[in-house]
Nanobody, 119 residues
Framework: QVQLVESGGGLVQAGDSLTLSCAAS??????MQWFRQAPGKEREFVAV????????YYADSVKGRFTISRDDAKNTVYLQMNNLNTEDTAAYYCAAGVVPKKVTAADYWGQGTQVTVSS
């Protein structure tokens, strides 16, 4: 059974940093992503890390502020978020895909973790 379990969300102030974690189990993946969905908006892609080469890609809105990384020994992916602003407020979802090269396609989803940034 595939499981993606997020943790690390919370309430922070603008300018603060926060790190999200996603622990994966049940199978191996070709890539793992973070998406987010703000109230009243569609879910949007945030970042992805690809196996086995470790390449990463980011949405323009977070480039330079967010960093996605992985710990293969722990089967965990992280999203380090720096210089947060109120527009980053959203539910953040960990996802994973198995189709090579389709790095924004997700086959499995976590339950989400809420990030709220106050001004």
């Amino acid at each position: 059974q595939v499981q993606l379990v997020e943790s690390g969300g919370g309430l922070v102030q603008a300018g603060d940093s926060l790190t999200l974690s996603c622990a994966a189990s049940g199978r191996t993946f070709r890539h793992m992503q973070w998406f987010r969905q703000a109230p009243g908006k569609e879910r949007e892609f945030v970042a992805v890390v690809v196996w086995p080469d470790g390449n990463t890609y980011y949405a323009d809105s977070v480039k330079g502020r967010f960093t996605i990384s992985r710990d293969d020994a722990k089967n965990t992916v992280y999203l380090q978020m720096n210089n947060l602003n109120t527009e980053d407020t959203a539910a953040y979802y960990c996802a994973a895909g198995v189709v090579p090269k389709k790095v924004t396609a997700a086959d499995y989803w976590g339950q989400g973790t809420q990030v709220t940034v106050s001004s």
